[in-house]
Structures are given as C-alpha cells and as structure tokens.
C-alpha cells in the first residue's frame, strides 16, 4: 500500500435514485471515482461520462486476422505446398474454404475480444478486487468518492450525497 | 416501487425484490444437496460407468463392435452426433438471437440453456470421436497440423473438415459467452461467502469470477462484449447445423442429396432444443423451487417457439417428399417411397406422429400451459427428432445402389451403451451445475425486477 486514499462511499438503494444524484452531483463539480452496481444500470455511464468503449474495434480486428490467416493457410497448403486432385477440381477454389474462414473469424473475434475486456478491466483469476461495500453485489449501489480529488471536506460530500437521496454515507480507507 | 404492466404477464412473480433474487439463487449453490439430487446424481453416475464400460470396449476392439456393416456405415453414431448437437441450438438461440430481439423472457432460462448447449457438444463430440476408432490419434489427425507425411494437409473442400471446425468453434464460444454471463454471478456468491465467513468458498468464486467488482465503467465494458457475442454467436449457431447438414447434402444419396437439408436442419434443431430445454427446466424448476422465476408464461413462450419450428420441420417433410416425386429422378422416388413403405416404415411414421402432429396441440392454451403435457409433448419431440436423423441416416443408407448389396442395421450393445454414456455425461454434468453454480442469470434478472416482476399482495 503506497499511501492511505481516503473514500467517501454513498450506498443507493435504487437505481433511478442513482442515476439521477450521479447526474446531479457531477454538476455541482463533485469528482467520482466510481459507481458499482450488483447489474447494469441504463444511462449510468452516459451521467458518469464515460466514453464509448472501444472493444467493438478491437473484435472487428481479431475478426480480421482470423479471416486472413484462414484464407491464407487453407490457399497455401491446398493450392501450394501440397496441391492434390480431388474429383478434378481446382486445387485453391474459394467457396469451399468459406466455411472454416468464418469459423476461424468467429473464434479469434470472440477470444480476442474477451482477453483484450479482460486485460483493460484489470480481471484477472488471483488477487482481491479493492471493494467499497460487499452489498454492491446484492442489491446496493455504490457510489466512491475520492477525497484527494475533491477540494471539498468529508462533510460536505457526505451532505451532498445524502441529500441527492443515498440511504446511507460511510466511509473507506484502504 | 415497482411498475406492473397490465398488458404483459410478469417475468418474475412472487413480489420478488433485488435482495430476495441473490437470495433465491445462491440458496442451491451454499446449501446442502437434496436427497432427491443425490439420488439422481447416483443415477446418471452409473449410467454414465455402464457406458464408459461399452466405450472402453470399442476403444479395445474397434468400431466392429458397432452393429454397422458395408451398407450401412453410419447409423447410430451419426443419428445421435446430430441429435445431441440439434439439442444444444436452443441455449444458443436463447442467450444469442433473443438477447438481439431484446426478448426480456429469456434471462431467467438463458443460463440453463447454455449450459445444456455446452453439454450437449461435448455428448455429440463422443461420437466423432468414438467413430474415429483410434481416439488417440483420430483428433490430431483431423487437425492442420505438419506431420510426416509431406506435410500431407487436410482436405478443406470436405465437410468433415469444416464440422471439426464448426463444432469446436461453437464449442468454445458458447463456453466464453456462458462463461462471460457467470462471472458476476460468481462474484455475487463471494461476497456472500465473505459476509458469511466462509474463506475457502470466497477464494474459490472470487478466483472463479476473475475479480468481479462491479463498476460501471466494467459494466459498461461487459455490456459490450455480450452484444457482440451475442451477434458472432446468432451466424455461428445457424452455420453449425448448416455444415452438419452439409455432411450428407453434399453426398450423391438419394435422400441426402438436397438443397433443402440446412434450413431444415437448423430449424429442427431450434425443435429439438426448445424440447430438451423444457424436458430440463420443468425438472429443475421444481427440484430447485424455481417457480418464481422460470414462469407457466416463460413456458408458454417455449411452447410457441417449438408449434413454429415444428410446423417448419413438417412443411419440410412435405416439402421433400414433393420435390422427390417432382424431381423425377427414380432412384430419389423410391427412397421416398420406401421410407413411408419400406421395412423402417415405422421409424418413418414415429417421426411424423411426434414431430408433426404432437407440437400441433400446443395451439390450445390449456395444453401449452399445462406443465404435464408440455413435459410429455417435450420428451415425444425429443424422440420424434431422433427418429428423424435415423430416418435420414439409416433409411437412406440400408437400400444400396445396388440390391445385392441391400441391408438392414441392428444395433448391438455397444451401440446402445454409446448413447446411455452420452446421457449420463450430460445429466452428470448438468446435475454438478446445478448445484456448484447459479442456475439463473442473477444480475440479468435483478435488472428488470423493479419493472416486470409482479406486486406483493
């Protein structure tokens, strides 16, 4: 541990309740470091701000190499290293190499693009992820605020939060 | 609060709220097991023994212990390779195409579902690989792999070929995309293990959940990645029968040779999963007391899936036997002819009753909400589908080109004991899900509790 951060954590019962204190909150300058929620809340990124994640690119490119490698393995080894006479036909035609070409897309795309959301969200098999409050799997929302990102007191923030309808304010140290 | 249609019957009933949700499912993971799921993870565990004995047997003496011959080289392997397959299109068609549609019903049966399909492949894939005879070298070599002989390569242009890649392929996605849907599940149990103070079963889930915490900025994330299985896996389901087909469409067998086989395939294989999900589910719902969750209307809704796929299945049987007679070719005729007359008449006749004429009763309301009749309706249509691969299969086959050469197929034990070792797999394995892991979609679930589940009274 490098040094103490100290959180301001809000728990929300209701997910409506949330959206609508993050959006408030966010006006009034306060900085959130992050919401976890035990399901995934319509319009809770778009009031936090988040960009649009890039991971569809990432499948497409996966995709992409799947079919290229695909394409050109099957051309190399039937149409060039080992041509064989099989009924008379050509040796490197395309449509019977479209099936295994798209099975190949699929698979690289879907594994490709899994590994790439594991890596930038940080998941991995060992190790604890830092949590706020065990609730925020069941059924609360978990708002965390970032003392050192705030120029506001412990105080104020909780205020804020209470008044935008949290259920209750604690805090966390880690 | 809580909103409550009056249009639209509730998902969930029970006035359900968030909390009860993680309660409801988790109960079956951190409690201890039923007798009656001992009592049926017993069974399926010596079905499961009495089969690996008959496998081992064909292991040790060869695919002779089958009862094939000249004639008919494929029979019972290939009918229940395509059975079990068919029967994993459903999970797919439930998590994938519905999630697509925006179909809310299907999130309490999604997980369920694809665990069947996962299942499922594995069962189908025993029999490929049993029928390769020498199991230890029969994998590799359907591999492009470099090898001594040149490298002599595989044959692309081959369907074989392309089903070595398309089941593997559908395999492991579906592993992914279920998998995918466990992890904040998982996550959901290891919180409890920890508020509990259970450290062993925390460390275990929390590793199996690969660090779920739940932030919207993951959510955001993960909501992305399923849309996108979601819609890799919708082509993949569709092109998995259609290669399966293609292993006989692209024969010269009257019978085989159709350009008809893959939509025919694939909607029979939507039948037949839709069936085996219902046989599944309506067990699990009550042995598990899910009611409250997997609803009369989410089996209603099953139910009017299988009178769709099922009246396709029966105009495609029409259909074939029309271009038979249409088509003109004599040997195509009495194939056709000889599958409705012939000595298999009755494995021809099985399958029309129970696939045509049974899901037709679903029409009336009171039958397709009737848990007893749908359990039975769902077990006829299972049947009904084997008997449509083995009709394919073997009926086609036994009448050779050339009389001399005419046959008929008898299984032997190791048949049979090949197709009992599949269900035990597939019930054992089932069973060990359904008590190590949430068997509903939980945080899907807990989405849509605040608008459709139903008010306490």
């Known amino acids: ?174 | 609060m809580q909103v409550t249609s009056s249009i639209r019957e509730p998902l969930v009933t029970g006035g359900k709220t968030v909390r009860d949700v993680s309660e409801d499912i988790s109960r079956q993971v951190e409690g201890k097991p039923t007798n009656l799921w001992w009592i049926a993870i017993s069974v399926s565990v010596v079905l499961f023994l009495l089969g690996a004995y008959c496998f081992w047997m064909l292991l040790w003496n060869g695919v002779g212990v089958w009862g094939l011959n000249k004639t008919v080289g494929w029979a019972w392997d290939i009918t229940n390779f395509v059975w079990w397959v068919g029967i994993g299109h459903a999970g797919t068609l439930i998590s994938a195409i519905l999630l697509l549609f925006r179909q809310r019903w299907r999130m309490s049966i999604n997980r369920a579902a694809e665990a069947m399909t996962i299942f499922a492949v594995i069962c189908a894939a025993s029999f490929p690989l049993a029928h390769m005879g020498r199991l230890w070298i029969g994998p590799i070599w359907s591999l492009p792999l470099p090898n001594t002989f040149g490298s002599l390569w595989v044959n692309f242009n081959s369907p074989l070929l392309w089903d070595v890649f398309a089941i593997s392929t559908y395999f492991s996605v579906s592993l992914l995309f279920w998998y995918m849907g466990l992890i904040p599940d998982f996550a959901v149990i290891r919180d409890r293990a920890v508020r509990k103070g259970h450290p062993l079963r925390a460390m275990i889930y929390n590793a199996l959940s690969f660090g779920w915490s739940g932030g919207a900025k993951t959510w955001m994330r993960y909501e992305s990645v399923a849309l996108i299985l979601a819609g890799l896996s919708t082509p993949l389901v569709l092109s998995v029968h259609t290669i399966v087909s293609m292993d006989f469409a692209t024969s010269l067998i009257p019978g085989w040779h159709t350009t008809i086989f893959p939509p025919y395939f694939v909607s029979g294989a939507i039948f037949s999963g839709f069936a085996m999900v219902l046989t599944l589910l309506l067990v699990t719902r009550k042995l598990f007391k899910l009611e409250d969750y997997i609803t009369i209307y989410h089996i209603e809704l099953m139910n009017i899936i299988i009178i769709i796929t099922g009246s396709i299945v029966g105009i495609a049987y029409i259909t074939e036997f029309f271009i038979a007679w249409y088509g003109q070719v004599p040997a195509e005729q009495y194939e056709f002819i000889n599958r409705a007359t012939g000595p298999y008449w009755w494995a021809y006749w099985s399958m029309m009753t129970c696939n045509v004429i049974s899901p037709q009763l679903f029409w009336f309301k009171k039958i397709r909400t009737n848990l007893v009749s749908t359990f039975i309706i769902s077990i006829i249509v299972n049947i009904g589908m084997w008997f449509e691969r083995f009709v394919i299969i073997v009926i086609s086959l036994h009448r050779d080109f050339l009389p001399s050469s005419w046959s008929m197929f008898h299984p032997t034990m190791y048949d049979v004991g090949q197709y009992i070792f599949t269900f035990g797999l597939f019930f054992t394995a089932f069973l060990l899900f359904a008590k190590f892991f949430p068997m509903i979609n939980m945080a899907e679930v807990k989405s849509i509790v605040k608008s459709t589940s139903e008010k306490k009274h």
């Open chain 1, 1 to 174: 541990m490098e040094h103490d951060k100290n959180f301001v954590v809000g728990i929300f019962d209701d997910e409506d309740v949330l959206v609508h204190a993050v959006e408030n909150v966010r006006e009034k300058g306060l900085r959130i470091h992050e919401v976890y929620s035990p399901f995934p809340v319509h319009g809770l990124d778009e009031a936090l701000g988040y960009r649009r994640t890039r991971l569809p690119i990432a499948a497409f490119m996966f995709g992409l190499t799947g079919t290229c490698l695909a394409l050109f393995t099957q051309i190399w080894m039937l149409g060039y290293d080992w041509p064989m006479d099989i009924g008379g036909k050509n040796h490197a035609s395309l449509p019977p190499f479209i099936p295994v070409t798209f099975e190949f897309t699929v698979l690289l795309s879907a594994f490709g693009m899994v590994i790439t959301f594991l890596i930038v969200s940080n998941m991995k098999p060992y190790g604890w992820p830092r949590q706020f409050d065990l609730r925020s799997t069941d059924d609360k929302h978990v708002m965390a605020v970032d003392l050192a990102d705030n120029k506001l007191s412990k105080e104020e923030i909780s205020r804020m939060l209470k008044d935008q309808g949290a259920s209750e304010v604690n805090e966390k140290n880690f």
